[in-house]
Nanobody, 132 residues
């Protein structure tokens, strides 16, 4: 069973930055995709950013230009760099992944931004709190 472990959450003032890390217990290959999701209290879970199986990335409109993801294949770690943080970014942030050849289906991973149930493996989450 593959495990994902997030770290890097915390509390910052609006305008500040944080970098989240997600380390997988398995090599993140071309038969996998991995991404970040978040859920604020009383709100539905939403996709933040996804690293597709072909190495391309997709971001939610709400974070474009402020957040960026990167992958270190040696460390099996996905990073989420969050800049210009806003109070509206306050949420529990989860890392999730798919390890299956199904990710080669065109659009499968990208579609996961709106359909998070495509991602079957989830971390425990890390809290991000942005104060006004």
């Amino acid at each position: 069973q593959v495990a994902l472990e997030e770290s890097g959450g915390g509390s910052v003032q609006a305008g500040g930055s944080l970098r989240l890390s997600c380390t997988a217990s398995k090599y993140i290959s071309s038969d996998s995709c991995i991404g970040w999701f978040r859920q604020a209290p009383g709100k539905e879970r939403e996709g933040v950013a996804i690293w597709d199986s072909d190495g391309t990335t997709i971001y939610a409109d709400s974070v474009k230009g402020r957040f960026s993801i990167s992958l270190d294949n040696v460390k099996n770690t996905l990073y989420l760099q969050m800049n210009s943080l806003k109070p509206g970014d306050t949420a529990m942030y989860f890392c999730a992944a798919v390890f299956s050849p199904i990710v080669r289906k065109p659009g499968y991973c990208r579609g996961g931004l709106a359909q998070s149930d495509r991602f079957r493996i989830w971390g425990q989450g890390t809290q991000v709190t942005v104060a006004a």
